[in-house]
């Protein structure tokens, strides 16, 4: 007789049980008003807050961070799509831009923030874009290339960053090196957060295996085990301050009747969430400048959807494996595999009814490709009543490097073997051969003609020596009041051209070591 197979559940990181007892609080549980204290008070979990979080409880501080989302286990992710976004998803993926067009702006709002929902890509910012901060916004060596360099070895270190391997890349990305070979186009293998990826192509709703090495599953509950603590469904209102200092942080726990909790924050108040919800925090914790919320830059993204006679599997592999950064430089765009759920890809596809069905129904035969672009364009974030407007459009030269981008991938894609591509822009026909590929020549270059969306958010709260032209002073602080730091991309000047979650994480990390080595705030 056979032995019996025994069957053992994995246990992971953000498992209850594997928490220390007493440190996350739910807020959408609460039943009355709540006060608390910590040395430091971060705001956000998500690239910059958990990774200042584990930094400064490593060091020895008492450290509370505060989550406006709600902890969603790794046991509780699905392959739903629409679940994912109703739970993770900044206004379930629906938040938009106002100006030229309206386009989605998407991110996290859960703990682990936009981490727990991209692709877990770790790109090192170009050096000549840091470079560039220092001659032209006057950063005098505060943030520079040979600074990042440990903190981008530490992390590579302990999220385990390296290319994606053979095994898993799916044929969507060895279609995409292919194109890139025949074209002669530098291609490059994404480095990313990897544990053992499984090749699942569920990036988006959430890793169920625990391989994405994102900040809900590392960071954030190696903190905890550091002896910081977490609010969940914490909304921050503002920072109080005293004889210009911070000193707390109000938030409302998203319970039935909204209770409020007040955390005092003894040596600081650590603001990371994102390049839209910074803005508002400041202004709502008097921050009088001008220059709030102005210079919002972000990473334009479109995509083109191509049917092939093999078959192409898009759900298996890697979401994002390759990507070529070869018109970086020269045209301000990369081209990367951007591989899409169906409930996403319908959108992408033509027809309607029961012509739609049809090309649903073949997808198995569909990839996904993407043009980001390094948009020149700056917008604002204006703050009212409790909510973040997003002013942005993009220039007419945006525009055209989006067109030129798609064109490109149009190129790729036939030159891997597409039998058809349906440009997912107003007036533009569905492609059959690469001798079409001057229709893109006369395209509509007017943003409402395109399907665009902001992945990529930078700059609301510029960094700078100067009141006058920043948010920000040289050393994270925000001028005018001691104890209130930033860490996101917001105050970076501008953005970066490739994904920036290594470097927010990096940035992060070098504020937070010099955080911790500042003197008490003075009251006066």
């Not at 989605?104 to 703990?111: A, E, K, N």
């Not at 229709?439 to 395209?443: C, E, G, H, R, V």
């Not at 992060?508 to 500042?518: D, S, V």
């Given at each position: 007789?056979?032995a019996?197979?025994?069957?053992?559940?994995?246990?992971?990181?953000?498992?209850?049980?594997?928490l220390p007892?007493?440190?996350?609080v739910d807020?959408?549980?609460?039943?009355?008003?709540?006060?608390?204290?910590?040395?430091?008070?971060?705001?956000?979990?998500?690239?910059?807050?958990a990774t200042?979080a584990?930094?400064?409880?490593?060091?020895?501080?008492?450290?509370?961070?505060?989550e406006?989302?709600?902890?969603?286990?790794?046991r509780?992710?699905?392959?739903?799509m629409?679940?994912?976004?109703?739970?993770?998803?900044?206004?379930m993926?629906?938040?938009?831009?106002?100006?030229?067009?309206?386009f989605?702006?998407?991110?996290?709002?859960?703990?682990g923030g936009?981490?727990?929902?991209?692709?877990?890509?770790?790109?090192?910012?170009?050096e000549?874009?840091?470079d560039?901060w220092?001659?032209?916004?006057?950063?005098?060596?505060?943030?520079t290339?040979a600074d990042l360099?440990?903190?981008?070895?530490?992390?590579e270190?302990?999220?385990?960053?390296?290319?994606?391997?053979?095994?898993?890349?799916?044929?969507?990305n060895?279609?995409?090196?292919?194109?890139?070979?025949?074209?002669?186009?530098r291609?490059e293998?994404?480095?990313r957060?990897d544990?053992?990826?499984d090749?699942?192509a569920?990036?988006?709703?959430?890793?169920?295996?625990?391989?994405?090495?994102?900040?809900?599953?590392?960071?954030v509950?190696q903190s905890?085990?550091?002896?910081?603590?977490?609010?969940?469904?914490?909304?921050?209102?503002k920072?109080e301050s005293?004889?210009?200092?911070?000193?707390?942080v109000?938030?409302?726990?998203?319970?039935?009747?909204?209770?409020?909790l007040r955390?005092?924050?003894r040596?600081?108040v650590?603001?990371?969430?994102?390049?839209?919800?910074?803005?508002?925090?400041?202004?709502?914790?008097?921050?009088?400048s001008d220059?709030?919320?102005?210079?919002?830059?972000?990473h334009?993204?479109?995509?083109?959807?191509?049917g092939?006679?093999?078959?192409?599997?898009?759900?298996?592999?890697?979401?994002?494996?390759?990507?070529?950064?070869?018109y970086?430089?020269?045209?301000?765009f990369?081209?990367?595999?951007?591989s899409?759920?169906p409930?996403?890809?319908a959108?992408?596809?033509p027809g309607v009814?029961?012509d739609?069905?049809?090309?649903?129904?073949?997808?198995?035969?569909?990839l996904?490709w993407?043009?980001?672009?390094?948009?020149?364009?700056?917008?604002r974030?204006?703050?009212?009543?409790?909510?973040d407007?997003i002013?942005?459009?993009?220039?007419?030269?945006?525009m055209?490097?989006?067109r030129?981008?798609?064109?490109?991938?149009?190129?790729?894609?036939?030159?891997?073997g597409?039998?058809?591509i349906w440009?997912?822009?107003?007036?533009?026909?569905t492609?059959?051969?690469?001798?079409?590929?001057k229709?893109?020549?006369?395209?509509s270059?007017?943003?409402?003609d395109?399907?665009?969306?902001?992945?990529h958010?930078f700059?609301?709260a510029?960094?700078?020596?100067?009141?006058k032209?920043?948010v920000?002073?040289?050393?994270?602080?925000?001028?005018g009041?001691?104890?209130?730091?930033v860490?996101?991309s917001?105050l970076?000047?501008?953005?970066?051209?490739?994904?920036?979650?290594?470097?927010?994480m990096a940035v992060?990390?070098?504020?937070?070591?010099?955080?911790?080595?500042?003197p008490?705030?003075s009251?006066?």
């Open positions: 007789m056979s019996q197979r025994k069957f053992t559940t994995p246990t992971f990181p953000d498992d209850w049980q594997m007892e007493g440190s996350v807020g959408s549980r609460a039943t009355r008003d709540a006060t608390d204290a910590a040395d430091y008070v971060i705001i956000g979990s998500g690239a910059a807050g200042a584990l930094h400064l409880a490593t060091a020895g501080f008492s450290v509370i961070l505060l406006e989302g709600p902890w969603i286990r790794t509780q992710f699905g392959a739903d629409l679940g994912a976004m109703k739970t993770m998803f900044r206004e993926g629906g938040m938009l831009t106002v100006g030229k067009a309206a989605p702006v998407i991110q996290g709002r859960c703990v936009s981490t727990t929902i991209n692709s877990a890509i770790a790109w090192r910012a170009p000549k874009i840091i560039a220092d001659t032209d916004f006057g950063l005098d060596g505060t943030i290339n360099e440990q903190h981008y070895v530490e992390l270190t302990s999220l385990s960053v390296k290319p994606v391997d053979d095994a898993i890349l799916g044929i969507q060895q279609l995409f090196n292919e194109a890139t070979i025949k074209l002669g186009i291609g293998r994404i480095q957060y544990a053992g990826c090749a699942s569920s990036c988006l709703t959430g890793c169920r295996t625990g391989k994405k090495l994102s900040m809900n599953i590392t960071y509950p905890l085990h550091k002896g910081a603590r977490m609010y969940t469904s914490a909304k921050a209102l920072v005293e004889y210009g200092r911070a000193t707390a109000q938030a409302r726990l998203l319970a039935p009747g909204g209770p409020r955390v005092v924050a040596r600081g650590i603001v990371a969430a994102s390049a839209v919800q910074t803005p508002g925090i400041l202004k709502r914790s008097g921050v009088k220059q709030v919320g102005k210079h919002f830059q972000v334009l993204v479109s995509s083109l959807t191509a092939y006679h093999q078959v192409v599997n898009m759900d298996q592999g890697a979401t994002q494996g390759f990507n070529s950064t070869h970086g430089e020269s045209e301000r990369k081209t990367e595999v951007v899409l759920p409930e996403l890809l959108v992408r596809l009814g029961p739609l069905m049809r090309n649903l129904l073949d997808y198995r035969h569909a996904n993407g043009v980001v672009v390094r948009a020149e364009a700056e917008g974030i204006h703050p009212v009543l409790g909510t407007v002013a942005y459009s993009p220039t007419p030269t945006d055209a490097r989006i030129r981008g798609l064109r490109k991938l149009s190129e790729m894609m036939f030159a891997s597409a039998k058809e440009p997912s822009v107003q007036g533009m026909p492609m059959r051969s690469a001798d079409e590929l229709a893109w020549d006369s395209a270059l007017d943003p409402k395109y399907g665009l969306m902001a992945s958010l700059g609301s510029r960094m700078g020596p100067d009141a032209s920043s920000v002073g040289l050393d994270f602080q925000v001028h009041l001691r104890g209130l730091y860490l996101d917001s970076f000047p501008t953005n970066l051209g490739i994904n920036p979650q290594h470097t927010i992060a990390r070098l504020g937070a070591a010099r955080i911790a080595e500042l008490l705030p009251r006066g």
